[in-house]
């Protein structure tokens, strides 16, 4: 491939990096896999359909390649025109370069600090828009390539930061919950469209560590005293995201109110959310674990465990032993753990 169709696919990949999409996936192999008619290919070796975006894997690392030198050229010309009018011409050409060479370098390495951070300094200088930043990198954690790694959601909680600030929280509220919180409220329309884009990437990639504790971190941000209301409301009984806001608010409301009487209904939807859980993936630890924080020892739970627990994990069960093994080892445990809880 010629320097110069090097260097249209770079511009044809920012320039759809950019719009952005609402979705990327890196896919393996070249164009020609994908796209078997050579005068398609020609016009642009990228899939975009329905605003979706696949990027095949070899047309991404000769844009790489083709980004390094640009990237580091244009930020270079950018700090040294820092203080000139950015409406300058050669200012202008660096800025792009610099926001089109870091989309490309951040989409290959999604840990790029040093990308990163120039994308940051040039919302800073506000010459990248705030709420395309957040679209940008919605885009990016779309992918399973990108959802992994942790820089890029610490990039979007900084983002949030700016974009949501609160200015100080009362005393002993998120920032003691969590050291070092982020310090921004999101409402609820944007609480769920957080939640939404972390529920994907963690279907995407289950051991998510950094989706999971940005979620958390999202939903302590809907605690700030006088909005939390607002925030539960826009969210369902039935979601776990619900759950776990309804656990963290009873948290706060311990130290606040002990006598609240609208927890006791809220937690009894939620009790049986996780028994319905635990019925339906018997196979997933994670579900017992959660069963037992919400645990109750009422006919509900006793009816439980004899008709499901019990049976579960009886040897002569050989039909559902076989179709989960980890399910009755979830349930012994859980069995073992109940008779220690009612000695």
């Known amino acids: 491939m010629t320097d110069a169709s090097v260097s249209t696919c770079f511009r044809s990949l920012t320039s759809l990096l950019l719009k952005p999409p609402a979705t990327i996936e890196v896919l393996p192999g070249d164009a020609s896999i994908w796209i078997p008619d050579v005068?398609?290919?020609s016009r642009s070796p990228f899939l975009f359909t329905e605003n979706n975006l696949g990027v095949p894997e070899k047309e991404?690392?000769?844009?790489?390649?083709?980004?390094?030198?640009?990237?580091?050229?244009?930020?270079?010309?950018?700090?040294?025109?820092?203080?000139?009018?950015?409406?300058?011409?050669?200012?202008?050409?660096?800025?792009q370069d610099l926001i089109?060479?870091?989309?490309?370098?951040?989409?290959?390495?999604?840990?790029?600090?040093?990308?990163?951070?120039?994308?940051?300094?040039?919302?800073?200088?506000?010459?990248?828009?705030?709420?395309?930043?957040?679209?940008?990198?919605a885009a990016l954690l779309s992918s399973r390539h990108c959802?992994?790694?942790?820089?890029?959601?610490?990039?979007?909680?900084?983002?949030?930061?700016?974009?949501?600030?609160?200015?100080?929280?009362?005393?002993?509220?998120?920032?003691?919950m969590i050291p070092d919180s982020p310090n921004f409220y999101l409402p609820p329309n944007d609480l769920s469209a957080e939640i939404h884009l972390v529920s994907r990437a963690c279907e995407l990639y289950p051991r998510n560590y950094f989706g999971w504790t940005h979620r958390t971190i999202c939903i302590l941000s809907a605690l700030v005293?006088?909005?939390?209301?607002?925030?539960?409301?826009?969210?369902?009984?039935?979601?776990?995201t619900t759950v776990l806001f309804i656990t963290l608010?009873?948290?706060?409301?311990?130290?606040?109110?002990?006598?609240?009487?609208l927890l006791p209904d809220r937690l009894h939807l939620v009790f049986g959310?996780?028994?319905?859980?635990?019925?339906?993936?018997?196979?997933?630890?994670?579900?017992?674990?959660?069963?037992?924080?919400?645990?109750?020892e009422s006919d509900v739970a006793t009816?439980?465990?004899?008709?499901?627990?019990?049976?579960?994990?009886?040897?002569?069960?050989?039909?559902?032993?076989?179709?989960?093994?980890?399910?009755?080892q979830h349930a012994c445990r859980f069995l073992e753990w109940r008779n220690q809880r009612l000695k």
Not at 154 to 169: C, E, G, N, T
Not at 321 to 328: A, D, F, L, M, R
């Open 39 to 41: 005068e398609e290919r």
């Open 100 to 137: 089109d060479s870091s989309a490309v370098l951040i989409l290959m390495n999604p840990a790029h600090q040093t990308a990163l951070n120039a994308r940051k300094q040039l919302i800073v200088r506000n010459l990248i828009d705030m709420g395309e930043e957040l679209k940008f990198t």
């Open 249 to 261: 608010k009873h948290s706060q409301r311990l130290t606040e109110d002990a006598e609240s009487p």
């Open 303 to 328: 009816a439980f465990v004899t008709s499901f627990v019990l049976p579960l994990q009886s040897p002569r069960m050989t039909e559902q032993e076989s179709e989960s093994p980890s399910g009755v």
């Open 60 to 95: 991404l690392r000769r844009s790489y390649l083709f980004a390094v030198p640009v990237f580091s050229a244009a930020r270079k010309a950018s700090e040294f025109h820092t203080l000139e009018d950015p409406s300058n011409h050669i200012m202008s050409s660096a800025i």
């Open 147 to 176: 959802c992994k790694q942790g820089e890029l959601w610490y990039h979007r909680q900084w983002l949030l930061r700016r974009i949501y600030p609160v200015p100080s929280f009362p005393q002993g509220l998120i920032t003691d």
């Open 273 to 296: 959310h996780a028994l319905t859980l635990v019925r339906a993936f018997p196979e997933h630890e994670t579900l017992w674990q959660y069963l037992r924080v919400f645990w109750d």
């Open 225 to 240: 005293s006088g909005r939390s209301a607002a925030s539960c409301s826009g969210l369902s009984l039935t979601s776990p």
